[in-house]
């Protein structure tokens, strides 16, 4: 592929109702298809720069504490999202770097690197300026359309060479391909639980040997008093970074039945089914882990 061609075309969803519809419905474009150009390692404000300017502050849970509906990543999250998630997960702010750090030491030239749940896009980006081949294609999706858009708009603000598309999408009907970076950052715990061993299984079989899955979740504890001290933990963090006991109960009520965890016993023993034989944490911080496998 030429330096100055149009990449990053997206086509690999499967089934034909979620066939891609990358960047949404009525955004103009269809693909994101961004020009490889200007600076190898990526000028400008980085990820972190660009969502200081588009991010309000999470406030979604302090208003009225009357019913609290289940979560969903619509407009109104996407709003605050970066604020949301970085004074919500302790340690994001460190894991997404690190994420790039990783992706480099294990893309393969000619290959293809997946963010499956990628929201706006922060692990995609962090790859994109840690990875040092030209001929390596990002491949982003979410489900979320809101989210798609502005993940859309955020990429475009980056001047990083390798290029991204970024798709509208299921991951579980993503297809897989000469895979060597695989991202999963937080997105597996939206899936339901009887789901997601087909997903890691097709992961796996996407992946090229020496490849990596890395895969983010919030963990669970068999033991009640670690989870006891673990939840308690993450709520003095939580109020750490200015919520109120009144938002951090209402959220967890919004994504009671939308987020369930697995201990991270559960998830090694689903990569070993898939197929992994090295499986490592790498990151953790409280509960909230990520662990790299190997294929
Ligand atoms: C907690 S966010 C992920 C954060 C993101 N990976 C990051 O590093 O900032 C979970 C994302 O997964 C997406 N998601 C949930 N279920 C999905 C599915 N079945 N297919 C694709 N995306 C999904 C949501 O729309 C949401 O954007």
Aim: charge should be positive; include cysteine.
């Amino acid at each position: 592929m030429s330096q100055k061609s149009l990449v990053g075309v997206f086509s690999g969803l499967r089934s034909p109702a979620a066939k891609a519809r990358p960047c949404g419905r009525g955004i103009g474009f269809c693909v994101v298809v961004l020009l490889r150009w200007r600076y190898r390692d990526g000028s400008g404000p980085g990820w972190r720069g660009i969502v200081r300017l588009m991010s309000e502050r999470d406030d979604i849970y302090s208003g009225n504490p009357g019913e609290v509906g289940d979560f969903r990543f619509d407009e109104r999250v996407v709003k605050v999202f970066p604020d949301m998630i970085s004074r919500s997960v302790p340690g994001y702010g460190l894991m997404v770097p690190l994420i790039g750090l990783l992706a480099r030491r294990f893309v393969q030239p000619g290959s293809n690197v997946y963010d499956l749940g990628c929201s706006l896009g922060a692990a995609t980006l962090a790859m994109r300026r840690a990875i040092a081949y030209d001929d390596v294609q990002i491949v982003a999706v979410d489900v979320s359309q809101a989210m798609v858009k502005r993940c859309c708009e955020i990429v475009a603000e980056d001047n990083s060479r390798v290029p991204v598309s970024v798709s509208l999408g299921d991951v579980r009907d993503a297809d897989i391909d000469n895979a060597s970076v695989i991202v999963l950052n937080f997105t597996l715990q939206f899936l339901a639980p009887a789901e997601r061993q087909a997903l890691i299984s097709r992961l796996y079989q996407g992946l090229n040997a020496g490849g990596a899955l890395i895969l983010s979740e919030k963990l669970h504890f068999e033991d009640a008093a670690e989870q006891q001290l673990q939840t308690d933990w993450h709520h003095d963090f939580k109020r750490s970074q200015g919520y109120s006991d009144l938002e951090i109960a209402r959220k967890r009520t919004a994504l009671e039945n939308v987020m369930v965890t697995d201990s991270q016993a559960e998830h090694r023993q689903r990569l070993a089914k898939a197929g992994f034989e090295q499986v490592y944490c790498w990151f953790r911080c409280f509960s909230f882990a990520s662990l790299i496998a190997i294929k």
